[in-house]
């Protein structure tokens, strides 16, 4: 008899312990699956109830994962509090990865900055919010093209000497931006949008990364929740939810997307598995130093992504998937064309 899913989550969870990835060459070392914590305060209103977060990760810390994302943005700044009063009880067992690089007024986010004074000052507000002592891992959250990269790692580099930065992380730059970077401080993990549907770095990134030695962290691994099978043209988003108005979510483009939704779905049929379950190993398959950091506010959810871990696609099926979804044009941008020249978010 097949088990339902719910009691084949928590028998996987429950009886093996998460397997650990390494990112890039600086000896970091995390859970395969990690846990964005983003939307518990940030961009998907509306917001869970704090209470309800800190149990959410306390059980994810139950359940093998040790490597938890926030940023000083996220909010801006009660992401990371939230994250520091949660995982302040098992500090010495987590990775708790926190970026810079926005300019943050009266509780807005204004455009990026990454001077080395701002990234210090950054710093100094973070390990406080985080109640920590030392940053696990510390990205720039974007590329800020009016301060050279090599300032930015120069900054860093000298955090990491005094003991307050372990590990140097770059998000969404590109190939000149992290070998400049890289040649000054090295780069323990690169933070990118990597799915099933947005493989833009496969062609230059990911090859340069792989020759350096640094890992991948892939933000929105589901789509931002499409690729759970739970988004059709009849959702409706909250009031304040991103998704509202990026392309990729109109009606038109769900519909039209529902294609790739139609692939999971057989995959995770043949493998008693769920849709957002295949594209997390999807993910994972691709490079064994890729690790997916999808976001939830439910604990079943968190379960179900978690036990993903346990997936091992074969090359047949990974080939399969390959074949197939090249047949399938995805429809509407990940981002307004605003959003891509300012933020990046």
């Not at 792989?210 to 789509?223: D, H, K, Q, T, W």
Request: proline share 5%.
């Amino acid at each position: 008899m097949v088990l339902p899913l719910f009691y084949h989550f928590k028998t996987i969870i429950m009886n093996t312990k998460m397997p650990t990835r390494k990112l890039g060459n600086t000896g970091l070392e995390v859970s395969a699956i990690g846990l964005g914590c983003m939307g518990m305060t940030f961009s998907y209103a509306p917001f869970p109830e704090k209470k309800d977060m800190i149990v959410l990760m306390a059980k994810a810390v139950e359940q093998g994962v040790t490597f938890f994302d926030t940023a000083e943005v996220y909010g801006p700044y009660n992401n990371e509090e939230l994250v520091g009063e949660a995982l302040k009880p098992f500090r010495n067992e987590v990775v708790i990865a926190t970026k810079f690089g926005f300019n943050i007024q009266d509780g807005k986010m204004i455009g990026v900055t990454s001077r080395p004074e701002n990234i210090k000052r950054a710093v100094e507000g973070s390990l406080k919010r985080l109640q920590v002592d030392v940053i696990d891992l510390l990205y720039q959250h974007r590329v800020d093209p009016n301060v050279p990269i090599e300032d930015v790692a120069g900054a860093v580099k000298d955090l990491i000497k005094e003991g307050k930065v372990k590990h140097f992380g770059l998000s969404e730059a590109g190939v000149q931006t992290i070998c400049r970077a890289h040649a000054v401080q090295p780069v323990a993990a690169l933070q990118s949008e990597h799915s099933l549907w947005t493989r833009q770095h496969e062609k230059e990134i990911i090859p340069t990364i792989e020759e350096l030695g640094i890992g991948l962290v892939a933000f929105s691994p589901l789509g931002k929740g499409f690729l759970a099978g739970k988004i059709d043209e009849n959702t409706k988003f909250g009031e304040g939810d991103i998704r509202n108005v990026l392309p990729r979510y109109t009606e038109k483009a769900r519909i039209a997307n529902k294609a790739l939704l139609d692939l999971l779905h057989q995959f995770a049929t043949k493998r008693n598995a769920t849709p957002a379950q295949i594209a997390l190993a999807w993910v994972m398959a691709q490079k064994p130093w890729i690790v997916p950091i999808p976001g939830t506010t439910k604990l079943h959810r968190l379960e179900e992504n978690n036990a993903a871990a346990f997936i091992e696609l074969t090359k047949e099926e990974l080939q399969q998937i390959e074949n197939a979804s090249a047949q399938i044009e995805i429809t509407g941008t990940r981002y307004t064309e605003a959003m891509e020249k300012s933020t990046g978010l």
